[in-house]
């Protein structure tokens, strides 16, 4: 099954595709789609949306998963960021594909075993999985975790990992 994971972003969005047959994961591509910072929000989220449609056309993911919102104290950048995911959202639905939802803790606790790990652990346990993958950035490092968690959980042994995680709270 070849999984796309989404990190939402009106900056930078990033995205990382992988092979999952059963336990076994490869590395396919991951990097990010950026908007001018200098352009009207509407054209910002026009160009994320072709570029992540461009991304799905080449790749062509059998399923994708994205990072649920992580509210903060700002409400305009959560509600920016908010846009953004829903932008992929529908780029992802304009190819078929309806996204799993992943809370940051839960992708955290799956690729790495702690619900508070900093990006720079993401980015070691991505590496860890994938020797020899170039990450483009801690962005395309947390897509390509939270395809990683999808992989997990909606593969063999996904109802263990699920139980696990319960367990640890």
């Known amino acids: 099954m070849r999984v796309i994971g989404v990190d939402p972003g009106l900056r930078q969005l ?3 595709v992988i092979e999952a047959d059963g336990n ?26 072709r570029a ?3 991304v799905i056309a080449a790749h062509a993911p059998e399923a994708a998963a994205i990072e649920q919102t992580f509210v903060n104290r700002d409400g305009q950048g959560t509600l920016k960021l908010g846009q953004a995911r829903g932008v992929a959202m529908l780029a992802l639905a304009e190819a078929g594909l309806m996204p799993a939802e992943y809370a940051p803790n839960t992708v955290k ?3 790495v075993g702690s619900g508070h790990a900093a990006k720079g652990q993401i980015a070691h346990m991505v590496s860890h999985h994938f020797p020899g993958a170039k990450l483009a950035g801690p962005d395309a490092a947390d897509a390509l975790a939270i395809a990683i968690c999808h992989a997990h959980h909606s593969g063999p042994g996904a109802a263990r990992i699920a ?5 640890a709270g």
């Open 14 to 16: 990033g995205w990382g």
């Open 24 to 49: 076994r994961l490869r590395h396919v591509a991951n990097g990010h789609c950026c908007s001018d910072a200098a352009l009207p929000l509407a054209r910002r989220l026009q160009q994320i949306f």
């Open 52 to 54: 992540l449609a461009e």
């Open 109 to 111: 606790k799956t690729v």
């Open 163 to 167: 139980a696990a995680l319960r367990a």
